[in-house]
């Protein structure tokens, strides 16, 4: 079982940078796929990035491309998302979350964040 508590988000205005962190509890954190998700209101929850069990491979959504950055430490049991020049489109609430990489849903997710942009 694994437990997952984001931490890390707030109000900020257009251009500026946020970073997510996620803390997980649980001995085997290293072994899973970390992911990071957001919803916005009335939008479906779409996947921001992911991150393999030793951070050597990464994916990100066309959206955030080369402003966000998913990294890990798994000595920590953290996996953070650095988020940069910030757009109010970005606004929504943050989750992150986890699987076993054998696995193609994500079994382990996080009460969620929230980031909001202002123009």
């Known amino acids: 079982q694994v437990q997952l508590i984001e931490s890390g988000g707030g109000l900020v205005q257009a251009g500026d940078s946020l970073r997510l962190s996620c803390a997980a509890s649980?001995?085997?954190?290293?072994?899973?796929?970390m992911g990071w998700f957001r919803q916005a209101p009335g939008k479906e929850r779409e996947v921001v990035a992911t991150?393999?069990?030793?951070?050597?491979?990464?994916a990100y959504a066309d959206s955030v491309k080369d402003r966000f950055t998913i990294s890990r430490d798994n000595i920590k049991n953290t996996v953070y998302l650095q988020m940069n020049s910030l757009k109010p489109e970005d606004t929504a609430v943050y989750y992150c979350?986890?699987?076993?990489?054998?696995?193609?849903?994500?079994?382990?997710w996080g009460q969620g964040t929230q980031v909001t942009v202002s123009s």
């Open positions: 649980g001995r085997t954190f290293s072994l899973y796929v």
């Open positions: 979350a986890g699987r076993m990489a054998t696995r193609v849903e994500y079994d382990y």
């Open positions: 991150v393999t069990w030793n951070g050597g491979r990464t």
